[in-house]
């Protein structure tokens, strides 16, 4: 398991665990993550991320979403106020994607 928390940015290169979740404040996640859990939560700041996997993958945030791939059994995205751009995702059912501005997928 690992849990990250920040009151900035966080950057990642490439993160594995079974559990893999990342809190920040007021900045920027970026990076990749997989495990059977990847949980991002940005209280004020952006998520842009390469790449997600996982048996669940959810974030949250008010700001914008960006994620270049999502592989995950159940994807849950959420952004509050902003627009969310993903490249490809593969979720199962009870996959959901909601946004405050546009979804691209």
């Not at 990342?22 to 991320?49: F, P, Q, W």
């Amino acid at each position: 398991s690992l849990d990250i928390t920040a009151s900035e940015n966080v950057s990642l290169g490439s993160v594995r665990g079974t559990s893999v979740g990342i809190r920040c404040e007021n900045g920027e996640i970026t990076g990749s993550a997989s495990g059977v859990k990847v949980d991002l939560h940005s209280e004020s700041g952006t998520i842009d991320m390469k790449r997600l996997m996982g048996n669940l993958v959810r974030i949250r945030t008010l700001e914008e979403v960006s994620v270049g791939s999502i592989y995950g059994d159940t994807v849950d995205v959420k952004s509050s106020r902003g627009s969310v751009v993903i490249g490809s995702v593969r979720g199962e059912a009870g996959s959901r994607v909601d946004a405050g501005g546009n979804i691209q997928i």
